[in-house]
């Protein structure tokens, strides 16, 4: 894969996360919110032409539910409501786009309890890839410790990571994530949930990281310019710190572009089999969780947007690790490399005097 694309993966992701941060910015409508008046409707249309053919700025007609047909809405183009750029929404929050007058619009039609899809999918994904994103970043943090000290030390250290990773690894993911969640409240502040759906996915998928550092480690202290430094009196933590780890980062950096979508896709099945974030909080694993009924999955299209974006942000992850793989079989030699042959020669030199 050329460089390129490596690049445009790169910022398709950057763009794909900077949508999901600005879920409160483009959310048309509270996510938490509900209109009792619009239960299952469908994705609101958006008029551009007026009734003699004529363009038109934006607009949305008056919907009034249909007397018989539960889910079916109709439309009163007589009452039109146009669409405006940055205002307010009902809780005060400023929108990017919103309807004028008392008329809602969904872009995406609404769930059973009449809450927007569209708002919902925004945070909700800000809930589910951010949960996969920090529970990353903690289990890479806790990998480089972790194999760090067990691949420089060895001995005790090396033994008791061997074995807990031994242990980690060999019981299924999932399964041990359940056995967690279930010894813990079923009922938990969004908050508190969101911070132990981190810690409870980062303390399970530490351990394959963890040995890749570990390889690295063992790998890299036995080097010259390592050597070299530990001569001139450098410590344990020096060592480290300038010159080892440094030689696990593109390591560190593949295993987060793989292991983020395994996270993202770990809470997503957590919120599916609702041990997830609660209710009322939007999470792409407990909206997908309506799509059990066989009703909704086949006659309300519109319920399928987060699993649509799921897919989009495994597609977007799996892409870029993919061109991490290939660009690192393309890198030069790196300045440890080059330090290597120095000391070498430095070596047999002295070998010769």
Known sequence: ?????????????????????????????????????????????????????????????????????????????????????????????????????????????????????????????LLSVGTGLGATLVALALASVAGGVAGFYGGFADSALSRTAELLMAAPLLYLLLAV??????????????????????????????????????????????????????????????????????VLWTQAALLAPQFVLLEVTLGFLGLGLPEPSPSWGSMMASLRQYDTLTSRWWMWSPAVALTISLLLFSGYAQSLEEAAGEQEPTEGTQWDATYSEMEGVTKRQ
């Open 1 to 125: 894969m050329s460089r390129f694309l490596h690049r445009r993966l790169l910022l398709a992701l950057a763009a794909w996360h900077c949508l999901l941060a600005l879920a409160a910015w483009l959310s048309p409508q509270p996510p938490l919110r509900q209109y009792r008046d619009f239960p299952s409707a469908p994705p609101t249309p958006i008029h551009i032409q007026t009734a003699d053919g004529r363009l038109s700025w934006p607009y949305v007609c008056a919907l009034t539910p249909h007397p018989i047909d539960f889910g079916v809405y109709l439309e009163d183009c007589q009452q039109q409501f146009g669409l405006r750029l940055l205002t307010l929404r009902p809780d005060g929050q400023l929108a990017l786009l919103q309807s004028e007058g008392p008329e809602r619009f969904f872009l995406l039609g609404t769930d059973e309890f009449g809450r927007d899809i569209f708002s919902r999918m925004l945070a909700g994904g």
């Open 181 to 250: 969640r279930a010894a813990l409240p079923i009922q938990m502040d969004p908050v508190h949930a969101f911070w132990i759906a981190i810690a409870m996915v980062s303390l399970v998928g530490w351990t394959r990281p963890a040995r890749l550092v570990r390889g690295v480690v063992l790998s890299a202290r036995t080097r010259g310019y390592v050597l070299a430094s530990r001569g001139f009196g450098a410590g344990p933590s020096h060592l480290l710190r300038r010159h080892i780890l440094p030689e696990a980062l593109p």
